[in-house]
């Protein structure tokens, strides 16, 4: 059984280009999380998904980030016209039944803006 | 707010010895607590968990404690191996609905040969 998967691993973009993260939950899970780990620091919640719905998206900035989790295919972050300050490794998790689960994470993806 | 922090930015222990990593929440009506190992270039991973009607909980070489009164937990692991180097953090969950996790800053634990 996979584990989450997130792609890619590393990408990176010039300032103003648009990124797009995926997330690829575990088998049997259609709970998702979003969070983003700036260097030397601790994860940070952005927003928390389940099938074609968004359930709580406190942590998000409110400007250039959104997410979604379509009926099929994997988890979206998307992050429009990026700026150096969203360099940072985001991390997904998923959780079978949400709050009351363990969320298991994912590899990340490092975004380096140049 | 809430928060939740770590005592010590980096602990250093010799290998075999017992290791102790601890966390200070500010959150009385949390009622879940994990904590996850996190390997350079990894993502994090789950060690322990524990609910807050228990004060103690064991799994393979790791312990957690829980104390309410004084909203502290700290992660005890035994027979400190050189594979235990990583950044611990503990985590809480948000009573609610959602079940978003709070992070502390992290614990780098070095394992010295």
């Known amino acids: 059984n996979a584990g989450v998967m997130q792609n890619p691993r590393h990408l990176v973009r010039r300032r103003g280009q648009e990124a797009r993260l995926r997330c690829s939950p575990m088998?049997?899970?259609?709970?998702v999380y979003w969070y983003r780990q700036l260097p030397e620091e601790g994860l940070k919640f952005m927003v928390y998904l389940q099938k074609e719905n968004i359930i709580d998206e406190s942590g998000m900035p409110k400007e250039r980030f959104s997410a979604e989790f379509p009926k099929e295919g994997p988890s979206i972050l998307r992050i429009q016209q990026v700026v150096r300050g969203d360099s940072a490794a985001y991390f997904c998790?998923?959780?079978?039944?949400?709050?009351?689960?363990?969320?298991?994470f994912g590899p990340g993806t490092r975004l380096t803006v140049l | 707010g809430e928060s939740v922090g770590l005592h010590l930015p980096t602990l250093s222990v010799q290998e075999g010895d017992n290791s102790i990593i601890n966390c200070a929440y500010s959150n009385s009506a949390s009622d879940y607590f994990i904590w996850y190992k996190q390997e350079s270039g990894k993502g994090p991973q789950f060690i322990i968990d524990i609910r807050s009607n228990m004060d103690k909980r064991q799994g393979q070489r790791v312990t957690v404690l829980l104390n309410k009164t004084v909203k502290h937990l700290s992660l005890q692991i035994a027979a400190t191996q050189p594979g235990d180097s990583a950044v611990y953090f503990c985590?809480?969950?948000?009573?609610?609905?959602?079940?978003?996790?709070?992070f502390g800053q992290g614990t780098t634990l070095q394992v010295k040969p």
């Open positions: 998790a998923s959780s079978p039944r949400g709050s009351t689960d363990t969320q298991y």
């Open positions: 088998k049997g899970h259609s709970h």
């Open positions: 985590a809480e969950k948000e009573s609610g609905n959602t079940g978003k996790l709070i």
